[in-house]
């Protein structure tokens, strides 16, 4: 395996999880924080990648065992994510435990079908919202995270509705997802609101809008600046 492909494994595709967290001003942070996030898209990609959900446990299994490695104080099974949790974990203390939870939280998305609103919500508070907070303590350990939580569900229950799983969320459940979101982002600290700019773009995923690069700079820039998603 080449240092190149080593990186990119320890990074999410999503281009514009890359792009809000290049505000992250401390590169090492910001890789670590994309980390975090490399994590939960590869949980995600796994229902798609098998053929039933068996097979899908056991590669979500191989993750929960990993991190178990990783909290008991052994080697992890090797990847390259697993390498690099087993770095940021020991590095900022973060517990191994939350990490677990933010795995099984991710099963029921194995059963095939669209989720109820409920289910979904289950699903991104112990995905994106608990990513966040884990985020919150690499990036700003003192400060109070709990102002991330709705930025989150916003933006993970759009990538959800988006990938088809949420057809039964329409226009009002996005715009009262829009203005917690947006209320909450006004309250967090400059050190935190990179983990908030993912919800600067939901709005365009919940209505199936395409923007182009440079409009999602300028988008992601204003919010940064002004604290408004």
């Not at 967290?21 to 910001?30: A, H, L, S, Y």
């Not at 990993?66 to 909290?71: G, L, V």
């Not at 917690?180 to 709005?203: E, I």
Request: proline content about 7%.
């Amino acid at each position: 395996m080449t240092a190149s492909s080593s990186v990119n494994e320890c990074e999410p595709r999503s281009e514009d999880l890359r792009l809000a967290f290049t505000f992250i001003g401390d590169p090492q942070k910001r890789a670590d924080v994309l980390a975090i996030h490399a994590l939960l898209e590869t949980l995600r990609d796994i229902p798609g990648r098998v053929s039933e959900p068996m097979l899908g446990e056991i590669r979500m299994r191989w993750w929960y065992e990993a991190i178990e490695e990783i909290r008991d104080g052994k080697t992890p099974r090797y990847h390259p994510l697993s390498e690099a949790l087993q770095r940021i974990v020991g590095q900022y203390g973060l517990p191994a435990d939350d990490f677990l939870a933010l795995i099984e939280g991710q099963m029921p998305l194995l059963d095939a079908g669209p989720l109820d609103v409920r289910t979904a919500l289950a699903i991104v508070d112990a995905g994106e919202g608990l990513a966040a907070r884990l985020a919150a303590r690499i990036l700003d350990p003192a400060a109070d995270p709990s102002a991330l939580a709705d930025p989150a569900r916003f933006s993970g229950l759009a990538r959800l509705k988006r990938s088809g799983r949420l057809p039964e969320a329409g226009d009002a459940e996005g715009g009262h997802l829009y203005r917690d979101a947006a209320k909450a982002a006004r309250t967090l600290p400059t050190s935190l609101m990179p983990l908030a700019l993912p919800a600067a773009l939901a709005g365009d995923l919940w209505a199936g809008r395409v923007r182009g690069p440079l409009s999602r700079r300028l988008k992601l820039f204003w919010a940064f600046v002004t604290g408004r998603i």
